[in-house]
């Protein structure tokens, strides 16, 4: 693909981000889109063979950002695994508060498209999901807990469930309640590891 052609793809698929971000897949048409990227409805059909094509492109163009600003509120976070989930949801709220906030795209593009299985966008959301929630339970597991994918994924509906209340409700405060209740499962999960690591540590000084 020639610097021309990737320079113009970025433009639509840009075009596409804030235009179906902001209204939603099924209220945006490809013309709006062409016309954002000031380009010809006939080039944007020479990118993608279809609008399911570049709802699949936008979706996936956001995937590794997206993922990297929510491993980043946490690495950029302090204190137990616990207290950085805390501040993990604080920093949602506050992205919450900002109005041109729509929740997350993946669970809206998909929630939209539910009534197609098959549609190429509803496998990036479904991929991004995956990947965020195997990174949680990788995080878990460097903290020996037990059943750590178990965790990831109660940690995964306890981060969509906030999004959702806050977009039902448009109050942040739901990012903080959800914060609490993760850091709950969190800080229980870690005490059973240390009680396990105290009474393996008794039975051994026992039989020496």
């Given at each position: ?12 698929i840009e075009a ?39 709802i699949a492109a ?48 993946f669970a809206r ?100």
């Open positions: 693909m020639s610097r021309d052609a990737r320079e113009t793809r970025r433009r639509l596409a981000d804030a235009l179906f971000y902001s209204e939603g897949v099924h209220g945006v048409g490809v013309d709006r889109i062409a016309e954002r990227a000031r380009v010809t409805k006939r080039t944007l059909y020479y990118h993608f063979e279809s609008k399911d094509e570049l936008y979706l996936a163009a956001r995937d590794g950002p997206q993922l990297e600003r929510f491993q980043g509120w946490f690495r950029s976070s302090r204190g137990t695994v616990g207290a950085r989930f805390t501040a993990v949801f604080k920093r949602l709220a506050e992205a919450a508060r900002d109005p041109r906030w729509r929740g997350c795209a593009a998909a929630a939209e498209l539910a009534g197609l299985p098959g549609h190429p966008a509803r496998a990036v959301a479904s991929d991004h999901k995956h990947t965020l929630e195997a990174w949680l339970a990788r995080l878990l597991a460097a903290e020996r807990i037990d059943d750590a994918p178990a965790l990831a994924r109660q940690l995964m509906i306890i981060v969509d469930g906030a999004v959702t209340q806050i977009l039902v409700h448009r109050d942040p405060q739901y990012a903080e309640a959800a914060g609490r209740a993760a850091t709950a499962l969190i800080d229980a999960a870690i005490a059973v590891r240390d009680r396990r690591g105290a009474s393996s540590a008794g039975l051994s000084r026992r039989r020496a």
